[in-house]
């Protein structure tokens, strides 16, 4: 089983227990979302140490506006282990944020990615229009795929994103019993586009926890029930839906 979207650097997880937890419960593959380049170190560090965890490179919508170093960027999406750009996106949630900035470093990160060679794994809260109106403007550079990581805009927008190239994933909040939404969203999303992430620490099918890799399981589950389909058959889906879309993976 395999978690797409995951953060672990300062986040206070016990290490080696955490992880042993992890495996222990069949989460073979763990890709950790950096939001800044800080931790993309952290994660690139501990990827080297761990078989079946891999990082991701990119600087999160939050921390839009300051600079940070492109040639530590290229550094770190060259590394055997990384195998995305991301979190990079929009984030429209709370009151004051400069939407311009946002747009630009999200914009700029599209190009570094395709300069790399990656796919993206893409943050996008509040900002349907924008984030949609801006991988259009930008589809040239979207070649090598992207996730819309955490997928929470209805089965309505799920054909806009996809025709751009999108594979979507879902985590614990499909668990929830008044996410409908996310659960539509899940039933309507086409098997070959789905993806398993946690986004732990946050969001935990279990309201109040902290969130692990470890509880892909029961995503995987709700997932599967929510497409009539045995648990096998999605994980399956799942594991060829992460080799196409994340070809650096040795899954
Ligand atoms: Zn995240």
Redesign the pocket.
């Known amino acids: 089983m395999i978690d797409v ?1 995951a ?1 672990f650097a300062e986040e206070g997880y016990e290490f080696p227990a955490e992880w042993e937890k992890i495996e222990a419960a069949g989460v073979g593959t763990v890709i950790l ?1 950096a939001d800044t380049l800080a931790h993309a170190k952290w994660h690139a560090e501990f990827a080297k140490t761990h078989n079946g965890c891999y990082f991701t490179v990119g600087v999160h919508p939050e921390f839009a506006g300051r600079p940070f170093s492109e040639e530590e960027f290229f550094a770190l999406a060259a590394e055997p282990k990384c195998v995305a750009v991301g ?1 990079i996106g929009l984030d429209y949630h709370y009151p004051g944020i400069d939407k311009e900035a946002q747009r630009k470093l999200f914009a700029a990160q599209l190009v570094l990615a395709d300069r790399a060679g990656l796919p993206v794994q893409v ?1 996008s809260r509040d900002a349907c229009a924008d984030t949609l109106a801006l991988l259009r403007e930008h589809r040239a550079l979207l070649s090598r795929g992207f996730l819309m ?1 955490c997928y929470s805009y209805g089965a309505e927008n799920l054909s806009a994103f996809s025709e751009l190239g999108a594979y979507f994933s879902f985590g614990g909040v499909v668990c929830f019993k008044n996410a409908r939404r996310v659960a539509e969203s899940a039933e309507a999303c086409p098997l070959g586009r789905m993806l398993t992430e946690t ?1 732990s620490p946050y969001l935990s099918p279990f309201r109040g926890e902290k969130n692990s890799p470890a509880n892909i399981p029961v995503i995987l589950q709700k997932l599967a029930a929510v497409k009539n389909l045995s648990a096998e058959e999605t994980e399956r889906a799942v594991s060829e839906n992460a080799a196409r879309l994340f070809p650096k993976l040795k899954l």
Request: no cysteine.
């Open positions: 979207h953060h979302a979190e943050h990581h986004d």
